[in-house]
């Protein structure tokens, strides 16, 4: 059975402070793929990111960056900078060998403060 | 624009009641699905279709039912059998492989009276 941990449920940074969310997997398939997604209170989860078990390359887009460690099974999601637009619920999720859907963390609700 | 519809935005259902909460996309995407999210919860997949006509039970089906007439539709219906079906539900549909990206619609929100 898949799993994902977010251990995190809530986390509260003053603007401009970075600010890392972490993402834990459990899969005994060997491909896979790890998201990760935005929901801001409008309810729609907005794709940030995508990445195969077999590219461990760390990742950055802008202010945004993801640290993808299979010896720790962990997919770190990090904001840099962060701004009040940030403030949302963050999910990981991953998806892997023949089955279909995602299985998604619980997700970590990021606020940021003026 | 291509994208994903959900409607209504918001759906009040009695005691007893069947309902159905309408999917549709326009990005010509093979795969469709429907998950449920509970407060403090992340989603849960409640079906899947990858073909038209064709649909699979995900990890929490019971008190509902789709159908895939239409390669661009995938209503849900939430019978009377379902006893807490108080949640957001949100629509995604996906191109190519399985492992490819899901994009989701904007979701509907169930709320019992």
């Known amino acids: 059975a898949q799993k994902v941990t977010q251990a995190q449920t809530e986390i509260s940074v003053v603007e401009k402070e970075d600010v890392t969310l972490d993402c834990v997997y459990e899969?005994?398939?060997?491909?896979?793929?790890l998201f990760w997604y935005k929901q801001p209170p409008s309810g729609e989860l907005v794709f940030l990111i995508r990445?195969?078990?077999?590219?461990?390359q760390n990742e950055i887009s802008g202010r945004y960056s993801w640290n993808f460690q299979k010896s720790t099974s962990s997919f770190n999601f990090t904001i840099t900078a962060s701004q009040v637009v940030d403030s949302a619920v963050y999910f990981c999720?991953?998806?892997?060998?023949?089955?279909?859907?995602?299985?998604f963390g619980k997700g970590t609700h990021l606020i940021i403060q003026p | 624009d291509g994208g994903i519809t959900q409607s209504p935005k918001y759906l009040f259902r009695k005691e007893g009641q069947n309902v159905t909460l309408s999917c549709e996309q326009n990005?010509?995407?093979?795969?469709m699905y429907w998950y449920r999210q509970d407060p403090g919860q992340g989603l849960r997949l409640i079906y899947y279709?990858?073909?038209?006509?064709?649909?699979q039970k995900g990890d929490i089906a019971e008190g509902y039912s789709v159908s895939r007439e239409k390669k661009e539709s995938f209503p849900l219906t939430v019978t009377s059998a379902q006893k807490n079906p108080t949640a957001f539900y949100l629509c995604?549909?996906?191109?190519?492989?399985?492992?490819?990206?899901?994009?989701f619609g904007p979701g509907t929100r169930l709320l019992v009276l």
């Open positions: 995604a549909s996906r191109a190519g492989l399985t492992m490819e990206t899901q994009y």
């Open positions: 899969t005994r398939d060997t491909t896979y793929y």
């Open positions: 990445r195969n078990s077999f590219d461990e």
């Open positions: 999720a991953l998806v892997g060998g023949g089955a279909d859907g995602l299985t």
């Open positions: 990005l010509n995407h093979d795969a």
């Open positions: 279709s990858q073909i038209v006509n064709d649909f």
